[in-house]
């Protein structure tokens, strides 16, 4: 019975059964929670197209209230267009998973940091992230109407010496 009721998911979730595994293969989860995923990606993709938008995403609790959830689904998205396949949606919520290895999540959270893509951290990419976080706005937090520049909240001064300590806590050999 229960080979009986695993295929009939298979097949009802839209998933071949080779697909199924690829993923199982590829990724931390088993296969009923690539079924749940499938289900969840089809939920969101409101506008039916086989793809999600940021906008489709964003209601997704793992990016709900997240300053960088934008700059996630570029990361993940097919040629930074911010649509997601499933298979691009499999591997962002690989990194959420607790299966998943520092190593990987390490790669991952370097990407979403490094914002200008020149493979280092610097200055510039702290003080655009500090922005994001500082000047987020989602649907969820209403209370907040008008947007304030990151220099609005902190001094210049303030900005550099954050962006400094952190670098140093981050490369003490120095930048």
Not at 80 to 95: E, I, T, W
Request: glycine share 6%.
């Amino acid at each position: 019975m229960f080979w009986f009721s695993s295929f009939f998911s298979r097949e009802k979730s839209g998933l071949s059964l080779q697909e199924t595994e690829q993923l199982v293969s590829n990724s931390p989860f088993t296969r009923e929670e690539i079924l749940r995923l499938h289900s969840k990606y089809r939920h969101l993709d409101v506008n039916g197209d086989n793809s999600l938008s940021y906008e489709e995403l964003k209601f997704l609790g793992e990016l709900r209230a997240n300053p960088l959830a934008h700059r996630i689904c570029l990361l993940f998205s097919e040629g930074d267009s911010g649509h997601l396949s499933f298979q691009n949606f499999v591997d962002m919520m690989a990194v959420f998973s607790y299966r998943t290895p520092p190593e990987i999540k390490l790669i991952w959270a370097f990407a979403i940091w490094d914002f200008d893509g020149d493979d280092v951290i610097g200055p510039e990419d702290i003080k655009y992230g500090l922005d994001q976080i500082v000047n987020y706005q989602d649907d969820f937090c209403k209370e907040v109407e008008t947007k304030k520049q990151l220099e609005d909240e902190m001094t210049l001064h303030e900005l550099d010496e954050v962006v400094q300590i952190t670098l140093g806590e981050i490369d003490p050999d120095g930048w």
